[in-house]
C-alpha cells in the first residue's frame, strides 16, 4: 500500500509501482471531485509546463466526447500526425487514459509523470482527476506532438483541462447529466460546457439547437462558433449506401461509413471532421477518408457473439445516451428479444433512461454496482429507484458479471443482451466477457 493513502495526508510516496500510485492519488484530495482551477494551475505553473503539442484541440459535451476524440485521433494519425489523446474514464486500465501515437501509456511512463506532480505540489491537494490531467499533459509535453486531444471530465469551465488554451474547441452536445455539480437546467449546463472556448478561437458545435447559453458565451468573448447544419452538414448519399457525405461551402467529402455502429457517430465524425478543419493547417482527404473508417473505442455498441447471442455493451447512461440506444436498436433488430442487463450509478436519471427505451427491451435483468464508489447502488437500492418503469420487476443480481451470466444462460440463439448504464457496468462486462 502506497504511503499517505489517507484523506489530506501529505506523506510521500514510497513505492513505486502504479497501482501503488493509484491508491495514494485517490485518496490525497478530501472530494472526489472538487471543482476550480486554482490547485491544478498552480501545480502547473511549478512544472514549468509548456502548451502540450504543436495543436491541442479541447473536446468538451454531455455525450459522444469519448467517439469524437477517436475520430479526431485517427484522422490525425492517417495524415502522419504524431498524436496525444487524454481521455476518461478508463475501462479495464488507467494506462487507457493516456495514448500516444495510438499507444496507451505504459507503466514506468505513468509513475514518471505521477512522481513529477508529486514534486511539484507540495502542500497543494489534487484530485485523482487533477493528477491525472498534470501527468498527462507533463508526458504530452515530452512527446514532440502534432496534436494534443484533451477530454473534458466534468463539465468545461472548472474542469482540469481547461487551464490549457486549446486552438480549437468542441461541444459535441448538451444535456442533462450531473446536475449536481453542473446545475438542473440545459441552459446551466451549457454555460459550464461553454467555458472552455477561448477569444477568437473556433468552437465547434455539435447540436442542431444549441443552447442560447453557449452561443451568448462564444459572442460574448469573440470565439467563431462553428454550427453544425449551419456551417457544415452531414448526410447519407441516396444512391450510396456504403458512404456519407461532410460539407462546408467550398468542402465536399465522401466518406465510408464508420466502424463505430450507433446512428449518432456519423454526428460525432462530422463534428471531428469540422474540429480537425478549423485549425490553421490543412490535411489531405485522404486522411479524413482513412480515419473514418478505422476509428475505434471500445464500450460504443461492441458487439460479441457467443454461442448464437449478440452482445452489444454500451457506456450509455443517461437519457439523451438512452435514445440512441433506442434509435440503434429499432434499426437494428435481432432474430430474437432482447434482453438489458442495466447497472448505474445513484445519481442518474434512471428513470428516463427506461422510457427513453420504450418498446426495445423484451426482459430486464439489474445489476448492483455497490462497489463503484460513494455514488455505487446495491441492486435492490437500485430496483426501488425503477418502481413504476418498465425494468421495476426485473430479475435483480449483486453485480454486473453474475447479470449477465444470468442472461446468457435464459438467451437463446438470435436473441441480443444489451448491457449498458455506467462505465462500471461496460467495464464489468468486458472483463466477464474476455476473461478465458
Known sequence: ???????????????????????????????????????????????????????????????????????????????????????SPHLLRYNERVRIDGEDADDASLVAAFEAVEVARGET??????????????????????????????????????????????????????????????????????????????????????????LGHAYAIGASAVRIGCDFFFERIEDDPGHWRWREIGCEIELPFPQLAAPVQLRNAAVAIAALRALPVDLPQAAFVAGVRDARIAARLQRFLRDGVEIVVDVGHNPQAARGLAAWLRMSPSDGPTHAVFAALGDKDIVSVIAALEGTIDRWWLAGLADAGPRGLGVDAFAERLAGTAAADGDRFPGVSEALAAARREATSGARILVFGSFHTAAAALDALTTV
Not at 471530465?153 to 486552438?167: C, E
Request: glycine share 10%; aromatic share 8%; no cysteine.
Open 125 to 214: 491537494l489534487l484530485t485523482y482527476f487533477e493528477y491525472g490531467t498534470l501527468a498527462a499533459l507533463w508526458l504530452f509535453a515530452r512527446s514532440r506532438l502534432d496534436l494534443a486531444i484533451l477530454e473534458v471530465g466534468l463539465g468545461g469551465r472548472l474542469d482540469a483541462v481547461n487551464i490549457v488554451d486549446p486552438d480549437v474547441a468542441v461541444i459535441t452536445t448538451v444535456d442533462l447529466d450531473h446536475q449536481e455539480w453542473l446545475g438542473d437546467t440545459i441552459e446551466l449546463i451549457g454555460f459550464e460546457k461553454a467555458g472552455i472556448a477561448r477569444a477568437w478561437k473556433p468552437l465547434v458545435l455539435g447540436d442542431d439547437d444549441p443552447p442560447s447559453s453557449v
Open 1 to 87: 500500500m502506497a504511503a499517505g493513502a489517507g484523506h489530506g495526508d501529505n506523506s510521500r510516496m514510497t513505492t513505486q509501482t502504479l497501482s501503488d500510485w493509484l491508491a495514494y492519488i485517490q485518496n490525497q484530495h478530501p472530494k472526489t471531485i472538487a471543482m476550480g482551477l486554482e490547485r491544478v494551475r498552480a501545480v502547473a505553473q511549478r512544472m514549468a509546463l509548456p502548451k502540450p503539442a504543436r495543436h491541442v484541440i479541447t473536446v468538451g459535451g454531455t455525450n459522444g466526447k469519448g467517439s469524437t476524440v477517436a475520430f479526431i485521433e485517427a484522422i490525425a494519425r492517417a495524415a502522419d500526425w504524431r498524436v496525444g489523446a487524454y481521455t
